[in-house]
């Protein structure tokens, strides 16, 4: 059984442009990327529930071609839940939405993190307003090592975030999102 689960654009950039995203989703189960042969009537079952769960099931005969930049990031998911993961990495999974897409994409993130059926979520971002209100703990790295870890609310400051970016900033919390602004000054640059 495989425990860990990956969504990454380039794994999914990978996926055939004829495979449908039904197909998608069952290739999690065998940790391959375009599916291969006949769906069993099982996995069929399990991996429309699973569509059903990312509100999804109306894409599932659809091409991948046909996805939107969202739709692939969800059924992504949908493919590392067919696994019956323990843990999923999503590893930069805003990159190449738009500004709407992206808010319904972490909409999405946060409702399926508030469900039983939710694996430990792992979020790899560079930006620190698409960390949902569910996830609890940061892990921030700089230069491959780890500059602070903890909960959200005493790693997410302006002190770490400028020591991290080497830049001064201005970390802000509002309705349970964090925002960050650059004052303007690289610390690198100063003599």
Known sequence: ???VGLVSPSLLQRV???????????????????????VSAAD?????????????????????RK?????RQRIGIG????????????????????PIARENFLQFLEHLAGTSASPTLVLVTHHIEEIV?????????????????GPKEQVLTS???????????????????YNMAFNGTRRSARL
């Open 159 to 177: 002190a770490v975030l400028s020591a991290a970016f080497d830049a001064e900033v201005t970390v802000v919390q509002s309705d349970s999102r």
């Open 16 to 38: 055939s442009p004829s495979e449908t995203a039904l197909e998608t989703v069952v290739s999690g189960k065998y940790a391959m990327v375009n599916y291969w042969g006949e």
């Open 79 to 98: 493919r590392a839940m067919m696994a019956n993961l323990r843990l999923l990495l999503l590893d930069e999974p805003c990159a190449g939405l738009d």
């Open 133 to 149: 209100p569910s996830l609890s703990h940061v892990l921030v790295l700089k230069s491959g090592r780890i500059l602070a870890s």
């Open 44 to 64: 069929r079952r399990k991996a429309m529930g699973i569509l059903r769960q990312l509100e999804c099931d109306h894409l599932a005969y659809r091409a991948w």
């Open 1 to 3: 059984m495989k425990s």
């Open 67 to 71: 996805l939107s930049q969202g739709e």
